[in-house]
């Protein structure tokens, strides 16, 4: 059985908004449906003061300040006064108010598409962020990533796979997906670090509960740290999960995903050399994501052992990987890892996903 979607329908408080304003209240939807919520609206203060201790928070215009200090409504924290550019600045009235914060429009436009933002997350558990990672070149960690994003689509979790390594070839091969329209990571390196969720969402290649950021084949483009965070930060506004393809060697993006992470796997192949290449790639994440835990890959030529290997990198050991060719043959065909439901990598995914989507469920 699937597991039941967070229910972000129900009944909330809203913010109130005290302005005879038109163009302000105009100005001021718009930024709150940016945010993904509605508000609750007061002509003036006297309209207001059933409502006003206890909205979430309360943004007041200017043209009602006076008047609001008519009223004596009660003080209260989250006042937020709320003017525009070119006239008088209100720090006095304000503080008159006990206004904890003024907003001049538009240069505070972002600042309270964030504020409406954040009110709108608490209505629900943010996106569990995982990533993947493998001990040396050649591990297969894009499959696993794949693999888990997949499975978790499968369960009725919506997912987002994330590639984090320009030099990946881009996921969307991974999962077949190169033919599919979207947005891939170039159109938004120039982004000035705030993503609107609901249009990120929309705008990413997708295919029912799975959605992909991925590079394209062209040039690698340097991407700034802010708009990984950024979109990792939108992606936990709308998603249940969202997998992380990480590189061995991380940029300052990459960086910014492990930080992100609430947990990374660490893909190894059963291998001597493999698993001493993998006691630097560790050593090198643990400074940004202390959660890290082990999977072991098959075949081991050695017989090198999974719990040998685990207890040489002193990492708790997730998991190993018997060998299935099948999943190179169907890479090649366009069959997205784990989609048949069947075999190792699959069996290993449905594991981890699941102890993922329990421990997002405990209160």
């Known amino acids: 059985m699937s597991p039941p979607r967070t229910d972000t329908t129900h009944s909330r408080r809203l913010p109130l908004v005290v302005t005879a304003d038109e163009g302000l209240l105009d100005d001021l939807l718009r930024l709150a449906a940016l945010g993904g919520t509605d508000v609750d609206l007061a002509a003036d203060p006297v309209a207001a003061r059933s409502r006003h201790s206890g909205a979430p928070f309360v943004l007041v215009g200017v043209d009602q300040a006076a008047a609001y200090l008519r009223a004596r409504l009660p003080r209260r924290p989250r006042l937020i006064l709320v003017g525009r550019a070119g006239q008088d600045q209100p720090w006095q009235v304000a503080e008159l108010l006990g206004a ?8 505070a436009e972002p600042w309270l598409v964030d504020r ?40 009725g979790l919506r997912s987002l796979l994330i590639d984090a390594d320009p030099l990946g070839g881009g996921l969307d091969l991974v999962l077949g997906w190169e033919q599919l329209g979207g947005l891939r990571w170039p159109a938004l390196a120039d982004s000035d670090g705030r993503l609107d969720p609901a249009a990120l969402a929309g705008a990413l ?9 991925s590079w394209d084949r062209g040039a690698p483009l340097p991407l700034p740290a802010s708009t990984m965070t950024a979109a990792i930060d939108a992606a936990r506004r709308e998603r249940d999960l969202i997998v ?21 796997f660490v893909l190894v192949p059963a291998e001597l050399r493999a698993t001493a290449a993998a006691a630097r790639v560790v050593a090198g994440i643990q400074g940004h994501c202390p959660n890290l835990s082990l999977v072991v890959r098959g075949p081991a030529p050695g017989q090198l052992s999974a719990r040998e290997i685990a207890r040489s990198l002193g990492l708790p050991l997730a998991g190993a990987l018997r060998p299935e060719p099948r999943i190179s043959r169907g890479l090649e065909r366009g069959d997205a890892p784990g989609s048949s439901g069947s075999g190792a990598l699959a069996e290993l995914c449905q594991r981890i996903v699941a102890g993922l989507a329990d421990r997002a469920a405990a209160p």
Do not use: C, E, W, Y
């Open 116 to 155: 409406f933002t954040d009110l709108h997350v608490g209505d629900r558990v943010p996106a569990v962020a995982i990533g993947v990672v493998g001990g040396r070149g050649g591990a297969g960690a894009s499959v696993l990533a794949g693999g888990l994003a997949v499975t978790a689509a499968r369960r």
């Open 100 to 107: 904890k914060h003024v907003a001049i429009l538009p240069a």
């Open 205 to 213: 290649p997708s295919r029912g509960d799975l959605g992909l950021l």
């Open 244 to 264: 992380l393809d990480l590189p061995r060697r991380p940029d300052d993006a990459a960086i910014a995903a492990m930080h992100a992470a609430d947990q990374i």
